[in-house]
């Protein structure tokens, strides 16, 4: 392998799907302040809005997810020309 080229943080890292409130762990070098306790164990942790847990594709449901308000602005922008 060549030297000098990996990444020095390579670390186990939390990840956290914020829809369904899944933690899975594996390795990563994604930069973070915030922690989380799994198991006894203090990890680093890193938000997610959808993962492999809630992702339609993985699951085979079909789910909305708004995490952002877009339905509830596109309807209050679009109500006034409602009859």
Do not use: C
């Amino acid at each position: 392998m060549k030297a000098g080229i990996h990444p020095k943080n390579y670390r186990v890292v939390a990840f956290k799907d914020m829809s369904n409130d899944e933690v899975f762990l594996t390795k990563s070098t994604a930069d973070t302040n915030e922690t989380i306790e799994v198991d006894g164990v203090e990890y680093p942790l890193v938000k997610l809005e959808i993962s492999r847990t809630s992702h339609p594709y993985y699951t085979g449901k079909s789910k909305l997810v708004d995490t952002a308000g877009r339905i509830d602005k596109f309807k209050s922008k679009y109500a006034k020309f409602k009859k």
